[in-house]
C-alpha cells in the first residue's frame, strides 16, 4: 500500500500543477486525505515527499511547456525521428528541429507515384532535411466532447504540424547516430513482416510484436473494439511477460546461466520498449518487468505493486502530462486494480476459467469511468470474449509469430503462417459475428467531469464490497445501477438541444427534445466522392459519418433516432446517411418529394432495405407535435425534384424558440416562400451555406431572425459565406454563428429558456 498511497498523493499535487479540473482535483484529494489517515507516520512522510517532489517537477515541465516558435517561419531543418507513415497519397511522420529538439508532425501530400516511391525508398529516421514548410496549429474539438487532437499533441511537447510545399532529397542527408538506430530497425522489422507475413497476419503481427496497429483493418479494429477486447492486438503486461519468459527459456535451453539470461532480458527491455514505439502501457510493462527481473536477480522480494507504484511515479516525474493521455490512464488504474485484488479477490478463484473471468470483470470494472468519459459506450459481452480471445492471441498467435518473425531472417515461414493466417481469419469472422449481437454494446453517453468522478467513487466501493464481503452479485448490480442512472441521465435528461454539429462543408443539425419525447438529425453531412487513381487511396480515410457524427450521437446516448430528415439529395447533406444508419437506424427517414431516384440516395436505400427502417417523402403542410415542441414542413408542394430550392424546408417550435432550417434554400425559393407564408423565426438556419445565391436582404428582413447559423467548412473552395449574406445578416442585426469559427453551435434548453454555447472561441 505504501506505493499506492505515494502514487495518489503524487498524481493529486500534479493534477493540481498542471489545472486539471477541480472535481478531479478534489476526488485525488479526498482520496489522498483517506489513505492518509489510514497510513503509519513512515508512510505519511512518504506521501508528503511524493506530493512536495512531483509539485516541483510538474511546476517545472509547466515552465517549459510552450513552443520556441512563433509558427511564422518559412524554413525548417528537421530529422525524421519515428512513426514515418505513408498512406495512399499522404506522408505523415514525426520529426524535430535539428538545433531545438522540438518535436513537430509532418504532413505532406505526395504529387506523383513515383514521388511515393522515391520517398518510400529513401524516407528513415534519421535522415535529415531543410524544407520550406508552413507551422499550422493541430485542430482543436470542433464538436463538444470530441477527441481533441491540439491537446493530445500538445501532452507530448508537440505544438504545430509542417505542412511542407516538397520534399527534396537532395537537401537532404543521414544522420547515423545511434539515437536512430531502434526507429529504424523498427521501421525494418515493420517492412520485414509485411512483405513475409499474408494478409491481415501481417496486420496482426505488426501489432503484436511492434505495437504498430495503424495497418490493422478499420472493420476489425470496430469489431474488437465494440467487443471490449481490442487491448489484445496492443503489447500488455502480459505480452510482455511471455516473451520475457519465451526469451528466458531459450536462453537456458541455449545453456546460458540463470542469472546472465535475466541481465540480457534486463538490457533487452528497454530496447524493446523502444522498438514498439514507447508508448505509456509498453513502458510501464516492459519496466514493471525489469523490477521484478532486477529484484530476482539481486534476492531481493519485490512486490507486483512495488514495482508498479515505482515506475508510475518515475513516469510522471519524468512527463506528467501523460496523465491526461487515454492510454496512460487505462493502463495503470486496470493494472493497479489487478495488482490489489490479487491476494483479496483472484486468489480466491478455483480454477482458470473462473480466474480469466474475475480478471475481465474486475478490468471492465475499473476501466468504467474512463471508457464512458472518453468513448460513451461499454462492452457487455467483454467477459466472454475475453474466455475466447485472451488465449487465442497471447498463448496461439504471440508464440508463433515470435518464433516466425526470428527464423524468417533463416527460412521461408509459410507452413506457420498460412495455417495462422486461416485460424486468425476464422477468428475475425467470428468477432465480426459477436460485435453485431444486439446486445454486444451498451452505448452510454458521455458524462460531465463530476458524473464522471461519481462513477469513479461508486467503481471503488464495488471493488471494496467485492473484496471485504464476497458480495461479488451486488458489486456488479451496484455497477449495473450507476450505469443505469448514466444512461438515463443522457437519455431522459430536463434538458433538450438543438446542436449544429460541424461536419466541414456540410448541414447537420441534431434536435434532442426534453425527458427522451423525441430525437431528430437533419441531414448528415458527407463528401462528395472523386475518382482517385489507386495509388492514392488511403487505407485510414477520413469519413464525416463514422468520424464525427456517429460518435457525436453516442456521446448524447442515442442508439436510435426517432427521424432522419433528408432536407435534398447533396452529398453535402446526404452523403454520410448510409454510414450513420448502419450504426444508428432511424424509425422514420424522411427525404425531399422525388430526390429517392437521385444517385445519392441509392446507397441509402441499400442501408434502409437491410434494416427495419421506413423512408418516405415529407410534403408541405405535414405537421407533428412532441410535448411542447411544434414540427411543420413548408416547403416543397410538388413532388418533382428540382435540387435546392425542392429542399425539406422545416419550421419548428422548440425550447420557447422558433426555428427554420432551409436546407440549401435558394433565392428563387425564398421567393415563393414569401408569397405564402408571413413567419418571423427567433433562429434561422442560412441555407446553402451562405451562398449569395440565398438569403437576400428581402428574405432576412421578413421573417427577421434574431440568431443566424451558417454550415461551412474552414477555408472551402467555394468562398462559404459570401460577402453579400453576411452584410444582409448584418444590416438586419441578426447574431451570426458559424461553424467554420465556432465549429459545432448549442442551444441547450430547458423550459422555455436556453443558452447558447460553441465548441470553439471565435
Known sequence: MTFLRIGVAALCSVLYALHAPGFIIFFFFILSVTLWIGADRRDRLFMTAGLLLLYGTSLLHEARHISQFTGEEA???????????????????????????????????????????????????????????????????????????????????????????????????????????????????????????????????????????????????????????????????????????????????????????????????????????????????????GAILAATSSHVRLKPASALGGVFIAMIALDPYQVFQVGFQLSYTVTWALVLCTDAILKRCRNAVELSV???????????????????????????????????????MLPALFVAFALSFLMTMRMITDP????????????????????????????????????????????????????????????????????????????????????????????????????????????????????????????????????????????????LILTHADFDHAGAAAEVLSAIPADEIIISPGSGSVDVMESILVTISNGKMNVREGLEGER?????????????????????????????????????????????????????YDVDVDWLKVGHHGSRSSTSARFVEAIRPEYAVISAGVDNRYGHPHKEVLENLSNAGVKVFRTDLHGGISYIFKGGRGTISSALAP
Open 75 to 289: 524554413e525548417w531543418t528537421v530529422v525524421f525521428t519515428d512513426d514515418v507513415r505513408i498512406d495512399g497519397d499522404r506522408l505523415n511522420a514525426g520529426v524535430k528541429d535539428v538545433q531545438t529538439g522540438e518535436p513537430f508532425r509532418l504532413s505532406y501530400r505526395i504529387e506523383s507515384e513515383e514521388d511515393k516511391q522515391h520517398i518510400a525508398a529513401v524516407l528513415s529516421p534519421g535522415l535529415t532535411c531543410r524544407m520550406k514548410a508552413e507551422a499550422k496549429k493541430p485542430n482543436e474539438a470542433r464538436n463538444a466532447g470530441e477527441f481533441n487532437y491540439r491537446a493530445y499533441l500538445s501532452t507530448n511537447q508537440t505544438y504545430f504540424i509542417l505542412t511542407p510545399d516538397s520534399i527534396s532529397t537532395d537537401q537532404c542527408i543521414m544522420n547515423d547516430s545511434i539515437r536512430y538506430a531502434p526507429a529504424r530497425w523498427r521501421t525494418a522489422a515493420l517492412e520485414r513482416i509485411h512483405n513475409q507475413f499474408p494478409e491481415p497476419l501481417n496486420a496482426t503481427a505488426a501489432a503484436l510484436l511492434f505495437g504498430d496497429r495503424l495497418s490493422s483493418s478499420e472493420d476489425a479494429n470496430e469489431d474488437y473494439e465494440r467487443l471490449g477486447i481490442v487491448h489484445i492486438l496492443s503489447i500488455s503486461g502480459l505480452h510482455v511477460t511471455l516473451l520475457s519468459g519465451m526469451l528466458f527459456y531459450g536462453l537456458i535451453r541455449m545453456g546460458i546461466t540463470r542469472e546472465r539470461a535475466r541481465m540480457i532480458i534486463l538490457m533487452a527491455l528497454p530496447l524493446y520498449a523502444l522498438l514498439t514505439g514507447a508508448s505509456p502501457p509498453v513502458i510501464r510493462a516492459c519496466f514493471m518487468t
Open 420 to 563: 495462422l493466417n486461416v485460424l486468425l481469419k476464422m477468428m475475425d469472422s467470428l468477432a465480426a459475428e459477436m460485435a453485431d449481437l444486439p446486445f454486444a454494446v451498451l452505448v452510454t453517453g458521455q458524462p460531465d467531469v463530476q458524473w464522471t468522478m461519481y462513477t469513479a467513487i461508486v467503481v471503488i466501493a464495488s471493488f471494496l464490497l467485492w473484496e471485504k464481503m464476497n458480495m461479488v452479485r451486488y458489486s456488479l448490480l451496484i455497477c449495473g445501477l450507476l450505469l443505469s442512472m448514466v444512461i438515463g441521465m443522457s437519455r431522459f435528461s430536463s434538458e433538450g438541444e438543438v446542436t449544429f454539429i460541424d461536419v466541414g462543408q456540410g448541414d447537420s443539425i441534431f434536435i434532442k427534445l426534453p425527458y427522451g419525447k423525441g430525437t431528430y438529425l437533419i441531414d448528415t453531412g458527407g463528401r462528395l466522392p472523386f475518382e482517385k487513381e489507386q495509388w492514392t487511396e488511403r487505407t485510414h480515410g477520413f469519413s464525416v459519418g463514422k468520424d464525427t457524427v456517429v460518435p457525436f450521437l453516442k456521446r448524447k446516448g442515442v442508439t436510435r433516432l426517432d427521424k
Open 624 to 676: 407533428w407535435t412532441k410535448g411542447d415542441a411544434v414540427f411543420q414542413f413548408l416547403s416543397p408542394d410538388d413532388r418533382e425534384y428540382e435540387g435546392n430550392n425542392d429542399s425539406l424546408v422545416l419550421y419548428a417550435e422548440i425550447g420557447g424558440k422558433k426555428w427554420l432550417f432551409t436546407g440549401d434554400y435558394e433565392e428563387a425559393g425564398e421567393k415563393e416562400f414569401l408569397k405564402k
Open 358 to 396: 474475475a480478471v475481465s470483470i474486475l478490468s471492465q470494472m475499473a476501466a468504467l469511468p474512463f471508457l464512458i468519459y472518453h468513448f460513451s459506450e461499454l462492452s457487455i459481452i467483454a467477459p466472454a470474449a475475453n474466455l475466447l480471445f485472451v488465449p487465442f492471441y497471447s498463448f496461439v
